[in-house]
C-alpha cells in the first residue's frame, strides 16, 4: 500500500505455523503515497472456521478474492461434508491470480493463506503473478525487512501458538515503529482446533506490553 490506496509496496502482514494452529497477523494502516488513507484498514480475514486469509494490495481486488474464496469454501464444506483444506484454498487463489496476469496484468495483491486441516497447520504465501510457497513463518510488504529481525531470531518451529503470540506482535510492532506505510493499530487472528478468533484490545494490549 503505497503510491495508489491498497498498492503493493506498503503494509505488514505475518503469519507463523505454530504446533497447534497458525497465526496471522498485519498493521491497519492505508496509504495513498504519503497519504495516510485510513488507519483501521481490515488486512485479515476469516475465510471459515478453519481458514484466513491476510491481504497486501489493491483494497476492490483483495476484497473480490477473499469473498471468492469465502463462497469456494462454503461450497467445498457442503460438497465433501468436510472443511476445505488449506492447501485447496491457497491453489484457488493461485488460480486466480495466474489467470489475470495471463490477460497482460497482474493482480495487486499479495497474499498470506493460513489455516489447520486434517494434515496439520499450514501457512502459503502468494505473489501477484500466482507463485505459491508454503512457509513456516513468513511476512509480506514494505515492513518485512523489520518483521523479519523478528521473526528470524525468536521464531521456533515446535512453538505453540500462545508461546508465539508475543513474538508475532513484536515484528508487527518492530515493523510498525520503522516503516512509515505500516503503523497506527494491528490485528491478530489465531486458527487452532477450537476454530478461528481475532485478539480483542485488551489481548493485544496484553501481548505488546
Known sequence: MNNRL???????????????????GTDTRATMGNYVASKNAKKVYKI?????M???GGVSVA??????????????HLEKGRPM??????????????????????LPLQAL???LDETGPHVYNLDPFGSLTEEKMVSTGSGSPFAYGVLEDRYMEDSTVVEMMPIIVR??????KRDVAS???????????????????????????
Do not use: H, W
Open 6 to 24: 491498497g498498492e503493493i509496496g506498503g503494509t505488514t502482514t505475518v503469519a507463523a505455523v505454530c504446533s497447534d494452529g497458525v497465526i496471522l
Open 48 to 52: 471459515s472456521d478453519n481458514l484466513a
Open 54 to 56: 491476510t491481504i497486501a
Open 63 to 76: 476484497q473480490r478474492v477473499v469473498d471468492i474464496l469465502k463462497v469456494n469454501a462454503k461450497l467445498f
Open 85 to 106: 483444506p488449506v492447501s485447496a484454498a491457497a491453489r484457488l487463489v493461485s488460480n486466480i491470480l495466474f489467470s489475470n496476469r495471463e490477460v497482460g496484468m497482474p
Open 113 to 115: 493463506i493460513g489455516g
Open 171 to 176: 515484528a508487527i510492532d518492530s515493523a510498525m
Open 183 to 209: 503503523g497506527d493499530n494491528f490485528d491478530v487472528a489465531i486458527i487452532t482446533s477450537d476454530g478461528y478468533k481475532e485478539l480483542c484490545l485488551e489481548e493485544k494490549q496484553a501481548l505488546l506490553n
